[in-house]
């Protein structure tokens, strides 16, 4: 999407719109929440929870823990990004260009059978990272769409103005009205 597009007269952009949702500042509050939640869990009960793990059981922990962390930072940064759209910080172009520095196809986590060894709480953490994930991703999709043809058109000002010649021409003269 082009700086133009978004400034130009008349035209309501849907994509800045969707990022300055409600919708979005539901997503926002429950992926900063998670992150607290994760920070908060991993820091105190997490490292109780990983002392008592065997050796296995204990690496698996530290991988997906990383895995937990790294989807949620990358989540972070996009749901941040695009407040700053939100808040009129940056413009949805800008953001579009700087998204790209923030990766949303993270890691899957690990086999069932390694999964069934980890602590309850951060497999409820990671199910919960990766709901969030899809969700951003498909407002990430939904926002950052290409332009249709048609809103491609009329950024071209060829266009606009075949258009408004087109408008004149249908234009009826006063003479020619029926008069009831």
Same mark, same amino acid.
């Given at each position: ?43 105190? #009960? +997490?490292?109780? &929870? ?14 997906? !823990? *990383?895995? =937990? ?39 899957? #986590? +690990?086999?069932? &059978? ?14 919960? !990272? *990766?709901? =969030? ?39 009826? #003269? ?7």
């Amino acid at each position: 999407m082009s700086d133009h597009s978004m400034r130009q007269p008349g035209l309501i952009s849907f994509s800045e719109r969707l990022a300055g949702s409600a919708m979005f500042a539901t997503l926002f509050r429950e992926g900063m929440d998670l992150v607290e939640e994760t920070a908060a869990y991993l820091d105190g #009960p +997490g490292r109780t &929870d990983a002392k008592v793990l065997d050796r296995s059981a204990s690496l698996a922990y530290a991988t997906e !823990s *990383m895995r =937990l962390t790294t989807r949620l930072m990358q989540l972070a940064s996009w749901l941040l990004l695009h407040r700053a759209v939100k808040e009129g910080e940056m413009s949805l172009a800008q953001a579009n260009r700087e998204k790209t520095k923030v990766k949303l196809s993270a890691p899957e #986590p +690990g086999a069932d &059978d390694v999964m069934a060894k980890l602590p309850q709480s951060l497999c409820g953490l990671i199910a919960r !990272s *990766m709901a =969030l994930q899809v969700r951003v991703r498909r407002l990430d999709a939904t926002i950052h769409a290409p332009a249709t043809k048609a809103a491609q058109a009329l950024d071209n000002p060829v266009v606009h103005q075949l258009g408004q010649l087109k408008a004149a021409f249908e234009r009826r #003269p006063p003479f020619l009205t029926k008069v009831e």
